[in-house]
């Protein structure tokens, strides 16, 4: 338990001094939101200080009763054969079975360790929900600027349409090729304005993950590279089974029920009670006694007697079901990474196909694009066939950079679930 302890301080240790590396950290780096999610997040907080909060109930569990001392006053002094008996003072210390303290104390440690596992699950699910967010406002970034590309590309067919047009004899046909691409312009146009409210949405949404104001600035690369994992996908899914902080809560929680159980079993035993007896004996004038006036001196032992059995049964039978209660809801959380364990592998696989996929789609198009631009600026090629293309270029290279963010989803996901600490 002491090593447990050790490796939770070194944790701690290295979770409050992140702080002080911020000032080596780009203001757009992914990993300075990291930090600053892990400091400021207060989901992260309020975990790290019910741990604390935890902590501070070992003390109180593995500590002796409250030593009871009784005092007594004769208003008048009691005739004794030795002397007068003025005063009485009492002093007890009751001792609890033997165990019961230790297990007391193992119980609320064990506990407190639930709770680190808790703080660090908060960690590890506000660190991924960052990772997520930054990824779609990239994307929607990206889909801004490749849709602003993709209107200049229209701009350019506007004005050759515009010159074949004033050039042609047959007119109503490129003026309605003409109409056709302000069509075109005007959905690209919404679909950049509605793009941009997402992008305001998802800034906004980012800024609460590191509990900052709403509208303050986040940075994202120019570039996102996909970050592909060379992972044994069975050995990922043992490392989930073994690592993760739920599971990890509800072991410690399992065996703390067992230290109840084996602290209640003391319980029903006798505690014993040391103490002590002074009596104040003022000396008369009427003994004799060599002892006339001498104070007495009286060891006690006291023994309480748990005649009453049922309530030890009935907080025995709580601890067991609790345990047991624990157990089943450890197989639960274990059947559920498993299920998420496969939807993240499903994503990320597929992710990792289509990046490669749209990669060469897009480049067909691009080149089919540039092709067709020039065979219709000199009336080689249908507008029809060049809007199609545009928009089949189009259309790639949004599937491309969500392909991208989507297996970098994916991979966050899953160190999320192996709970791969970002420091």
Request: glycine share 4%; charged share 20%.
């Amino acid at each position: 338990m002491k090593t447990v302890f050790s490796s939770i301080l070194i944790s701690v240790v290295l979770i409050t001094g992140s702080v002080y590396s911020y000032s080596q950290q780009s203001p757009d780096s992914l990993s300075f939101y990291l930090r600053l999610a892990a400091e400021n997040n207060p989901i992260v907080l309020q975990r790290f200080i019910e741990y604390e909060a935890a902590l501070k109930k070992i003390p109180q569990a593995g500590t002796l009763p409250d030593p009871q001392l009784d005092l007594g006053v004769f208003i008048t002094p009691m005739e004794l054969p030795g002397g007068k008996q003025a005063a009485d003072m009492r002093l007890m210390q009751m001792f609890p079975w033997f165990g019961v303290l230790k297990n007391a104390k193992d119980e609320m440690s064990l506990m407190a360790m639930s709770k680190f596992e808790l703080f660090r699950d908060a960690r590890l699910q506000v660190w991924y929900d960052v990772r997520r967010t930054w990824y779609e406002l990239f994307k929607v970034r990206k889909n801004i600027s490749i849709s602003e590309k993709s209107l200049e590309n229209l701009k350019v067919i506007e004005q050759l349409t515009l010159i074949r047009y004033k050039t042609s004899i047959a007119g109503n046909s490129d003026l309605i090729d003409l109409y056709r691409i302000q069509i075109e312009v005007g959905e690209l146009r919404n679909s950049i304005a509605l793009l941009r409210n997402q992008e305001q949405t998802i800034v906004s949404g980012f800024n609460n993950h590191l509990n900052r104001a709403p509208l303050t600035k986040v940075y994202t690369y120019d570039v996102l590279l996909p970050d592909t994992l060379d992972l044994n996908f069975l050995a990922v899914s043992d490392t989930i089974q073994s690592a993760n902080p739920m599971l990890n809560m509800l072991d410690y929680e399992k065996e703390a029920y067992q230290a109840r159980e084996k602290m209640v079993k003391g319980m029903g035993y006798p505690m014993i009670g040391l103490g002590v007896n002074y009596s104040f004996i003022n000396g008369s004038n009427m003994s004799s006694s060599s002892m006339n006036g001498t104070d007495m001196i009286m060891p006690m032992i006291s023994v309480t007697l748990p005649v009453y059995r049922k309530k030890y049964t009935a907080m025995r039978q709580e601890a067991g079901l609790l345990r047991e209660a624990s157990s089943m809801s450890y197989q639960a959380v274990s059947n559920s990474l498993r299920t998420e364990y496969f939807m993240a592998v499903q994503l990320y696989q597929d992710a990792r196909r289509r990046v490669k996929l749209y990669e060469d789609q897009y480049l067909l198009a691009s080149k089919s694009l540039e092709i067709m631009l020039k065979s219709f600026s000199v009336s080689a090629a249908d507008l029809t066939d060049v809007l199609r293309t545009r928009q089949q270029t189009l259309d790639y290279e949004l599937k491309q950079v969500e392909a991208i963010t989507d297996l970098n989803t994916a991979s966050a996901w899953l160190n999320r679930l192996m709970a791969n600490s970002e420091f």
